[in-house]
């Protein structure tokens, strides 16, 4: 399809291609708002972008306005494609700009023009419908074949809650009817999926109001949660870390130094204690460079190798808090590894090979990009294309495909980012690699070289799950709460069909968990149809049921969550498949 870009010229690309995808939702929020303006003329427009998966436009209506509105509103748009409009470009004078929106009554507009440092004001239009916008757009309103209306929320003027509530119509749009199907069917899906929903069904945790962003974790949630810690320490205690942890809490001298009080202050929580301010700890980069320099350090001691999970806290705004994917208190699992600049490349492709482990061993796919320095990045441009380099071309000895993403690496330095890809085809970012030579700088931190001489050390931070709870808000929606049989926060539930065989439930209960299973037995005087849909809802993988001919055979009848009956057999049997599985 033909894009037309801000400096007028036109483009191909296909909707596969990021260019493309973006300008084709881009236009669809055009046209949104065309129609809005044309059914709801005194409605007010701010703003309208394309995001991941489709578009959203926010608007100041006079009215209570609602889902209900969406039929008439997709009639419109539907009327507006059919038109065939083109999407005219041209520039405005700063002067002209201002006076065509305020002949158009449009508040937001002008507000957006007196902060844009440009004199030269980017518009397109279609038909009757002029949108001050940088682009791009596709050519004419028909190539936009199909599109939804999705939601309704709140958002505040320019994310500030200081300023007035607008209401964010949110939507999508594809180049096919079978495209949209496709994907109203995948959003179907993650609502089965979400892992508020289902972490309070399967008692993994709770959000109460009492600490919103603070997630309590259930007594199931506390076995996965520890499940995955013990799996991560396993594999940490392999690759040669060792385990700290520093405290939650610590000076304002020490944020100063790393750079964290002048640049992420807004995020933290402060308080005081005898007089001096403190910050409780967003991340814990800082508490492990003190650790580092409480003796010297050798060459000889390189690559060292520490981990932390870390319980850190991050002043969310209430607006983006979401279950356990946006928190404002995490676990997250953090580690630093000092090195000598010789050292860089084989520990990066280190971490890259512990990751691909990990998110393997969970089925997750993957794609990976490389971010780098962003606007408020803090050391020289040496150092930044030196650790730049040092992570691309640690990408490319391994041939691990990556996109680049520019201006989105930490202020300290440049990182490569994991993106899972669950079993619906959804992607969140979760691991990280970040190369630093800003806070070994900044901490004054040295070890002697094989020289005799005083050198800086390179570090590296990074993180696999990212952080605990969030990383187990993926596993809830990847597993759809069908979590395998090795994580499963209850493995197997004994099934009695009456109070008669409780006793010989109950020694097979025993005998399974000496072997380290988590079982529980379901004893009440319900029928066992019954107990086994209870079961089933729970998302048990195993399911035991004991009756008479079991407690004379010394057996169970076996019931797998996704095959159903597997028939009678004895615990060394069962014990030998469920081996197999992988307990």
Not at 119 to 127: A, K, P, T, V
Not at 168 to 184: C, D, I, N, Q
Not at 267 to 275: A, E, F, K, R, S
Not at 359 to 376: A, I
């Amino acid at each position: 399809m033909k894009i037309k870009m801000k400096d007028g010229s036109m483009r191909e690309a296909s909707f596969e291609e990021e260019l493309g995808r973006n300008a084709f939702r881009h236009t669809t929020a055009h046209i949104l708002a065309q129609a809005v303006k044309r059914l709801y003329p005194d409605t007010k427009c701010a703003i309208g972008p394309s995001i991941a998966d489709g578009f959203y436009y926010d608007f100041d209506f006079t009215f209570r306005f609602s889902e209900e509105n969406f039929a008439e509103i997709e009639a419109e748009m539907k009327k507006i494609v059919k038109e065939n409009l083109q999407l005219r470009h041209f520039t405005l004078d700063r002067n002209r700009a201002m006076q065509a929106m305020e002949e158009r009554e449009e508040p937001y507009k002008i507000e957006l023009i007196q902060d844009l440092p440009e004199e030269e004001i980017s518009f397109y239009q279609q038909g009757e419908y002029l949108e001050m916008c940088a682009g791009p757009h596709v050519a004419y309103t028909s190539a936009i074949k199909a599109f939804k209306l999705l939601s309704v929320a709140g958002a505040y003027w320019r994310g500030d809650e200081k300023n007035k509530m607008l209401t964010r119509v949110y939507g999508t749009s594809f180049p096919k009817e079978e495209m949209l199907a496709e994907h109203l069917n995948r959003l179907e899906e993650a609502k089965k999926r979400d892992h508020r929903k289902l972490g309070k069904e399967l008692g993994i945790f709770a959000l109460l109001d009492e600490g919103p962003g603070f997630p309590f974790f259930l007594p199931k949630g506390m076995v996965l949660k520890n499940i995955l810690i013990d799996y991560w320490r396993k594999l940490h205690a392999r690759e040669g870390y060792v385990e700290i942890a520093t405290p939650v809490m610590l000076e304002r001298k020490l944020w100063e130094t790393s750079g964290h009080w002048d640049h992420y202050r807004d995020n933290m929580y402060t308080t005081v204690i005898d007089g001096a301010d403190f910050a409780i700890k967003p991340m814990s980069c800082p508490g492990g460079m003190l650790v580092y320099q409480m003796e010297p350090r050798s060459y000889r001691e390189f690559p060292m190798r520490i981990s932390e999970l870390g319980l850190i806290h991050r002043n969310e705004k209430s607006g983006t808090l979401h279950g356990l994917m946006r928190v404002r208190c995490c676990t997250q699992d953090d580690a630093h590894i000092f090195m000598t600049p010789e050292q860089i490349q084989d520990e990066i492709k280190g971490v890259v090979r512990l990751i691909d482990e990990v998110y393997s061993h969970f089925g997750f796919r993957y794609h990976v990009e490389l971010s780098t320095r962003p606007e408020n990045a803090i050391g020289s441009d040496a150092d930044w294309e030196m650790a730049t380099n040092g992570l691309r071309n640690a990408l490319d000895d391994l041939k691990l495909p990556y996109v680049v993403n520019e201006g989105d690496g930490a202020f300290y330095g440049p990182k490569i980012d994991f993106h899972l890809e669950d079993s619906i085809g959804r992607t969140w970012q979760c691991g990280t690699i970040q190369l630093d030579f800003q806070l070994p700088q900044r901490f004054e931190a040295e070890y002697i070289g094989e020289d005799g001489n005083k050198h800086r050390p390179i570090m590296i931070h990074r993180v696999v799950f990212g952080s605990i709870e969030r990383f187990i808000g993926i596993l809830i929606e990847h597993f759809a709460g069908k979590f395998p049989l090795w994580i499963a926060p209850v493995q197997i539930k004994v099934l009695p069909i009456s109070d008669k065989y409780i006793d010989h439930a109950k020694g097979i209960m025993r005998a399974l968990q000496q072997e380290g299973l988590r079982c529980e037995m379901d004893g009440r005087d319900e029928k066992i149809g019954y107990k086994i849909r209870t079961a089933q809802l729970e998302k048990i993988p195993y399911m035991l049921i004991v009756g008479e001919k079991e407690t004379e055979t010394d057996s169970v009848s076996v019931r797998k969550r996704e095959e159903g009956d597997l028939g009678r057999m004895g615990v060394s049997q069962l014990l030998d498949m469920l081996r197999a599985e992988g307990i």
